[in-house]
């Protein structure tokens, strides 16, 4: 039987990654917010025989749901709780219901951000959670969510996401530099900046090796999914801008006129973990993937950024 794939969120940056690395495993359908408003179902919930989202899954008949979608705007989830609630939490679960009940497997992403970030080192998977904000909450709830309802799950938690396509943080720093002559920016939280594309290719290697798998193989379940090495905002902007400026970028900010600042002089809605860092052995060690460092992610999306202009 041929491995159908439903997609759903594939106009993010991960969802856009991952229709292209897909395609590979099958046959692939791609849902988007056209199609499915996840805020709205979200909302409806109780009246699961009018579920828009087991109607698509039902009628999808797939053996693979991955979940891109979600929402990310962190700062403005501590207003908007509700919607990302409705996004990060209830849809998960009707989709993870309804994968199970037309026997398929489902992926779904988390965060960083479902940690406290107080360790010293990496966090590993069954390090006790403790979101600081609204969106990892409800991303922590999702996952809960996800699980609870199909037993067949990979969730891959990962940081700071970036891409060519869609809205990021090196893109926003890209931008900055080339308009402004100073730069301020946070040095004392640390993480891996990932990119959508390591994700999706490592997701889809992943899924290879899983989708008949049963419900008991012990490797279903949550894992880190983050690029190689550590760094912190300050060092990466840094990074990006330095790269950029030798490829030909019209940069207006100087090397110096980048500082670093603490956290608590760059007053944000959210809280945000000081300590992001995850530890991959086990998805390294489960699935035998390579991830490798933050740097090469950045010097490809500059790359195919310079080529898009
Ligand atoms: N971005 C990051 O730094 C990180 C992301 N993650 C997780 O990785 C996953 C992928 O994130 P990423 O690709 O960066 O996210 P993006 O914000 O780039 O994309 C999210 C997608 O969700 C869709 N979406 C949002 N609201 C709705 C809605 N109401 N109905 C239907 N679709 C909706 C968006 O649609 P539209 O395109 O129409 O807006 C978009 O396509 C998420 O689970 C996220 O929590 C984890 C760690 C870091
Ligand atoms: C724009 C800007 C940000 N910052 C700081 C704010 C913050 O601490 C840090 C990163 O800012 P952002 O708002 O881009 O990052 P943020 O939206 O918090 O990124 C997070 O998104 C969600 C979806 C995740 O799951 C996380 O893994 C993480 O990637 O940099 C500066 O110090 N200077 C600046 O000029
Ligand atoms: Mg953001």
New binding site residues.
């Given amino acids: 039987m041929k491995t159908k794939i439903l997609l759903i969120g594939g106009n993010g940056q991960v969802g856009h990654a991952l229709k292209s690395s897909l395609q590979e495993l099958g046959e692939l359908v791609v849902c988007t917010r056209a199609e499915l408003d996840l805020g709205v179902v979200g909302r409806g919930a109780d009246h699961l025989a009018h579920c828009p989202i087991s109607a698509l899954v039902s009628s999808v008949k797939p053996n693979i749901v991955v979940n891109a979608a979600?929402y990310?705007?962190?700062?403005r989830a501590e207003t908007e709780t509700e919607l990302a609630n409705s996004i990060n939490v209830v849809a998960p679960g009707l989709l993870a219901r309804a994968a199970h009940t037309v026997g398929a497997c489902m992926v779904h992403y988390?965060?960083?951000?479902v940690y406290a970030g107080i360790k010293k080192t990496p966090h590993v998977e069954t390090d006790e959670t403790q979101p600081l904000s609204v969106?990892?909450r409800t991303?922590l709830e999702g996952e809960r969510a996800v699980a609870e309802a199909c037993p067949r799950h990979l969730i891959f938690r990962?940081?700071?996401?970036?891409g060519a396509h869609g809205g990021?943080?090196l893109k926003?720093?890209l931008k900055?530099a080339q308009e402004r002559d100073e730069?301020?920016?946070?040095s004392d939280?640390v993480?891996a900046?990932t990119t959508a594309a390591l994700i999706a290719e490592t997701t889809t290697q992943i899924l290879g090796q899983m989708t008949g798998q049963p419900a008991d193989d012990p490797r279903w379940g949550v894992y880190h999914l983050t690029a190689g090495g550590e760094t912190n905002?300050?060092a990466y902007?840094s990074y990006v801008i330095a790269r950029a400026r030798d490829a030909g970028w019209p940069i207006k900010v100087a090397d110096h006129a980048i500082s670093a600042?603490r956290?608590k002089d760059?007053p944000?809605a959210?809280t945000?973990p000081m300590n992001?860092c995850l530890d991959t052995s086990k998805i390294r060690q489960a699935f035998g993937v390579s991830l490798p460092d933050w740097r090469v992610g950045v010097d490809e999306v500059l790359i195919s950024l310079k080529q898009g202009r």
Avoid: E
């Fill in positions: 979600a990310t705007a962190v700062d988390s965060t960083d951000y969106y990892g991303k990962t940081s700071w996401v970036f990021n943080f926003t720093m900055l730069l301020r920016v946070v939280q993480g900046p905002w300050h902007a600042i956290t760059f944000v959210a945000r992001s």
